[in-house]
């Protein structure tokens, strides 16, 4: 199976200090060793994505994770046969919840929610046990990708189910979540969001959002600071023990966007050891112009919920707003971006702080994808692209997984020495 390289290669190292049993004839001057392809270079490495939002599939009817799912861009890109093609091992499952109220009634439905999500995920190992495995700790993860069966580990994407309470952070941490991302779109209880227009661009953490920081460290777990503005980050960064990741994030020198990050500030969490995972949605990755169909669509949308704010409407409100929604994308689609501007960004992210703190969290299921790169069966297209680039099999193994299990086990060993 796949990634049994690894164990091939302990029982070839066994077998050289064994004793020959016959000498072997030698190799002729004139033949050359054939070098790896690309491909087979990507087979042979363990290949993790930060930040999948496939869990946000596992309920829907149509969808089946061990089918080859028809793709689409931005929400049906990753199940086993394409993680196959594409040589994914697995990564980080989201636990994701919209922001809503910061209401007991609103907080009490979202704690329900995330909690019913990673029932979805526990769920899905469970009833194929041969194609996945929990793990719970980086040693877990290397060893089921070296199984060959695909490696679950969980993340929270916006604590808001957590509400008021940092300590609610252990009954979620208790069934696997290993990575906290505090905030989303919007400003929550724990701090502010790169992308609330509504809040100075200066609002940092609250005094409870510091509070889940130590609570993180605590535990053991990564803090992930993707959506949060620079100035969240920031407090988290003076805050936390551990690196802090960025699990699907861009460069401002490339895009300027609210999601992204300056150069000089990548450079500060690198130095903390941080990593920053390159996002693939297109929207944060250039300036997209709409269809003039879609743009009149959009625009009879925001007159008919005209002073409705649809990340805090009321269910049934918010329902029909993303039905419309909906509906809009599948007859106007938005346009793309493409793997070429998506390289542009992650080259970008390596010229600067090199491939000891770069990593792919493309955001798929969530909205990422880009044109020539519309699932996870197009991840050796990467590899390819970093080899022609210069960068050497040793490089492509940090940046494929081995930042994102260095980063983890510095968390775990935080809180080895808390204890």
Excluded at 107 to 117: I, W
Excluded at 277 to 285: E, R, T, V
Excluded at 390 to 409: C, F, H, P, Q, S
Aim: net charge negative; charged share 25%; aromatic share 6%.
């Amino acid at each position: 199976m796949r990634k049994m390289l690894l164990a091939v290669s302990a029982i070839a190292l066994l077998g050289a200090c064994a004793p020959k049993a016959a000498e072997t004839e030698p190799t002729a001057p004139d033949e050359a060793v054939e070098a790896a392809t690309p491909a087979e270079i990507h087979e042979s490495l363990m290949v993790f994505d930060s930040h999948l939002d496939t869990p946000a599939n596992l309920s829907k009817p149509d969808f089946d994770i061990m089918a080859d799912n028809p793709t689409e861009i931005g929400s049906v890109q990753v199940d086993v046969p394409k993680m196959d093609r594409g040589g994914l091992d697995g990564g980080f499952w989201v636990i994701f919840t919209p922001q809503g109220p910061l209401t007991e009634e609103a907080y009490d439905a979202a704690f329900k929610a995330a909690s019913a999500r990673q029932d979805e995920i526990l769920k899905m190992v469970a009833d194929h046990p041969d194609a996945f495995e929990l793990a719970y700790t980086a040693d877990d993860a290397e060893r089921i990708a070296a199984s060959g069966k695909k490696v679950v580990l969980q993340s929270i994407e916006n604590s808001y189910p957590l509400m008021l309470d940092a300590s609610n952070l252990k009954t979620f941490y208790d069934k696997g979540v290993r990575m906290v991302g505090l905030i989303h779109f919007r400003d929550n209880q724990f701090g502010g969001s790169a992308t609330d227009f509504t809040s100075p661009d200066d609002t940092g953490l609250t005094d409870l959002g510091k509070e889940l920081v130590r609570e993180a460290n605590r535990l053991g777990m990564v803090v992930d600071g993707s959506h949060s503005s620079d100035a969240s980050v920031k407090d988290m960064i003076e805050l936390s023990t551990t690196p802090v990741i960025l699990t699907h994030t861009g460069l401002k020198s490339v895009y300027d966007h609210p999601r992204n990050i300056t150069d000089d500030f990548l450079k500060e969490i690198a130095a903390q050891g941080g990593v920053i995972q390159i996002n693939a949605y297109s929207g944060y990755l250039e300036e997209l112009e709409d269809s003039p169909e879609r743009r009149a669509a959009l625009e009879e949308l925001q007159s008919e919920f005209e002073g409705v704010n649809p990340f805090t409407a009321d269910d049934e409100t918010k329902a029909r707003y993303m039905e419309r929604m909906q509906a809009i994308n599948a007859e106007f689609p938005p346009p793309r971006s493409t793997f070429e501007k998506f390289m542009e960004h992650m080259l970008r992210a390596l010229e600067l702080v090199g491939p000891d703190h770069v990593g792919m969290g493309a955001d798929w299921d969530g909205g990422g994808g880009v044109t020539g790169m519309e699932d996870v069966s197009f991840l050796p297209k990467v590899t390819e692209r970093l080899l022609e680039e210069g960068y050497t099999e040793e490089d492509l193994a940090k940046i494929w997984g081995g930042n994102l299990m260095r980063v983890l086990r510095q968390a775990e060993a935080a809180k080895e020495t808390t204890e």
